[in-house]
């Protein structure tokens, strides 16, 4: 009798066990199984350190990988190599039990191994606004923190939808997106700071060159004659970049002083961030609209 | 190469017929770019009319490049047919001793730390400097000097500023990498003002003039060179002086482009025969006109994208280079 509770209850376990068992598809389309809420994350990635606290998964992330410093929390996180190049040893003596991985980014090689090594590894790519929220919310559920990680999601739609809903009959605004100095470096369109771009009623000067990010001359921006300079910089606080263009004063961008600064990590990265850069840029081309 | 049958043409018509090409080559690349402009036009802008715009492109933009082009090209390749006679080794090259690792390692610091254009270009002197002043201290050590051993020196200390490199490369943010390889693979974009490499390049071109005769002693041999009456430590103290400094301008101006300092000194070489008079003036002009127009056609083969100027020096210069040396046998 006594064994037959035993066997019984265990098998009840068994069952409350895979009730709770989680699968998400990630963007590779495979999905990831986990038996019970991950405790032990780490994230192979900056953007995807940022989404998991975003998610409300920051207590789970026991490590990240070097350059990972948003939120501030996440500069205390032990480091576990760069994303280009991380220490397995590392990991595994850290015993996670999710491996949040970046696609394009991380060696598929190294992912491949910890795999092999039977470890879970989400595989992150994201591109555009909306893989934001569906991201957020995926990690909410593997992370077992879906009321914040949903919140979080909704926020970001919201905003961004509001933003659009506002912009979607505004007049077009000719920009040149500047990423880089030396070389002067720009993007196409379909880099996600022009899918930030359209949304606000922009057209990306540049939009139709080949190449993701392209390197391109000084010669090439005079002639696109842009109404509206849009530059990150080195550092969160740099506006060096846009003066270097004040004394082409044939530009229409400097008659008009519209030269914004916009900091790199809030346009340049897919995390929910992306909506203040966006806002700010919405409000930059409407300054410049305002201009005319 | 002393040894191969070289026909030697008069001085004048020689470098005359290279000017009028550098001319040309100048021309060529202030009348190109990702703009078109008719010839009418630039005519108009040359007589100080004409579209503002094209005022921008043609004075503010691409004669200034072009300039500093011309310049760079022509230091390395004077600085490479120096090395080519201190070292008597034909593969030597301005980089051979180590200076542009120095110069990438000042630059790619400059950049870690996340400074201006300025700073960059400053620290690659310095960095260029601080190389040479090691490899020649090293090198002469305690007391015996030879090209051999300046050579060796100068290698290792190449492949240590090589693993400076490859380190700070590994532990760069992502963000700064395209700006540093860039610069690694050499880049005319960087140039701010091609006056200090300009003048510099004029006036040690000038200088050299009256050594000619001396330095073709020093391109038979120390003891032959010694024979002819040539103070021979001070002539390798003073090339190599004046190489490396060529060289460090040249790594400021435009980052490390290879290939023009070890191929258009051998090129002129198979084509004008090895009279330093001759040589030296030819490899100015010569070295300056294929880098300007490797520039011109870096930036509008796929503009307005653009090209790093070495994978050009190379396409361009191998097939020539190779041409001339079948045809010299």
Redesign the interface.
């Known amino acids: 009798m006594r064994r037959l509770l035993v066997v019984l209850s265990l098998l009840l376990a068994h069952i409350a066990s895979a009730g709770s068992e989680r699968c998400v598809d990630d963007d590779r389309n495979v999905k990831v199984c986990l038996d019970a809420p991950a405790a032990r994350i780490i994230a192979l990635s900056p953007g995807a350190t940022e989404l998991l606290y975003a998610a409300g998964a920051g207590d789970k992330l026991i490590a990240a990988v070097s350059?990972s410093d948003y939120p501030d929390e996440a500069k205390a996180l032990p480091r576990v190599g760069?994303?280009?190049?991380f220490d397995l040893e590392a990991i595994l003596s850290l015993k996670p039990d999710l491996l949040i991985g970046w696609h394009s980014g991380n060696p598929t090689e190294q992912l491949a191994q910890l795999e092999a090594l039977g470890l879970k590894v989400y595989y992150s790519e994201l591109r555009g606004f909306d893989d934001v929220s569906r991201t957020l919310r995926r990690f909410g559920e593997l992370a077992g923190s879906e009321p914040a990680a949903n919140a979080a999601a909704e926020h970001f739609d919201h905003g961004i939808s509001a933003l659009r809903k506002q912009y979607q009959n505004a007049e077009s605004v000719r920009v040149f997106q500047q990423i880089?100095?030396?070389?002067?470096?720009t993007v196409n369109d379909q880099h996600l700071i022009s899918e930030a771009t359209r949304l606000c009623g922009g057209i990306n000067v540049?939009g139709n060159?080949?190449?993701l990010?392209?390197?391109?001359?000084?010669?090439?921006v005079?002639?696109a004659?842009p109404e509206a300079i849009i530059a990150g910089g080195?550092?969160e606080e740099n506006r060096?970049w846009l003066d270097d263009w004040r004394?082409?004063s044939?530009l229409l961008a400097v008659q008009r002083d519209n030269l914004f600064f916009i900091p790199?990590s809030t346009l340049q990265r897919p995390t929910p961030r992306l909506l203040s850069g966006t806002r700010m840029l919405c409000q930059h081309l409407d300054t410049a609209r305002g201009r005319r | 190469m002393a040894a191969a049958s070289y026909h030697t043409p008069r001085l004048l018509p020689a470098l005359a017929l290279l000017s009028l090409g550098a001319l040309l080559a100048v021309a060529l690349s202030v009348s190109t770019g990702s703009v078109a402009i008719s010839t009418a036009e630039l005519w108009a802008v040359l007589q100080g009319e004409g579209d503002p715009l094209h005022h921008t492109l043609i004075f503010d933009l691409r004669l200034p490049r072009s300039l500093a082009a011309f310049a760079t090209g022509g230091l390395l390749a004077v600085a490479g047919a120096l090395m080519q006679v201190l070292l008597r080794n034909p593969l030597a090259d301005p980089y051979v001793l180590g200076l542009s690792g120095g110069a990438a390692v000042g630059a790619l610091s400059a950049m870690l730390l996340g400074l201006g254009s300025a700073a960059v270009s400053g620290s690659a002197f310095i960095g260029a400097i601080v190389s040479a002043i090691t490899v020649f201290g090293l090198a002469h050590g305690t007391g015996s000097w030879t090209p051999t051993r300046l050579l060796l020196t100068g290698v290792v200390i190449a492949a240590g500023w090589g693993a400076v490199v490859t380190f700070m490369l590994a532990i760069a943010p992502t963000e700064s990498l395209p700006g540093m390889l860039f610069w690694l693979m050499g880049d005319l974009a960087y140039a701010r003002s091609p006056w200090p490499a300009l003048t510099t390049l004029l006036a040690l071109s000038l200088l050299l003039l009256p050594l000619g005769r001396s330095l073709n002693a020093m391109a038979r041999g120390p003891l032959q060179a010694a024979a002819l009456g040539v103070a021979v430590k001070p002539m390798e103290w003073s090339i190599y002086i004046a190489a490396s400094l060529l060289t460090a301008l040249a790594v400021t101006t435009a980052g490390s482009i290879g290939f023009v300092g070890l191929v258009v000194p051998h090129m002129l070489r198979l084509i004008l025969g090895n009279d330093q008079r001759l040589i030296l003036p030819a490899c100015a002009l010569a070295g300056g006109a294929l880098l300007t127009l490797a520039d011109t056609l870096a930036r509008t083969i796929i503009a307005p994208e653009q090209l790093p100027v070495g994978v050009i020096t190379a396409l361009l210069g191998v097939p020539t280079f190779l041409l001339l040396l079948y045809r010299s046998r």
Do not use: K, Q, T
Not at chain 1, 82 to 85: C, E, G, L, P, T
Not at chain 1, 180 to 185: I, Q, T
């Open positions: 350059f760069s994303y280009n190049r880089w100095v030396n070389p002067l470096m540049f060159l080949p190449r990010a392209a390197r391109i001359d000084h010669e090439a005079l002639a004659n080195m550092g060096s004394p082409y044939g790199p």
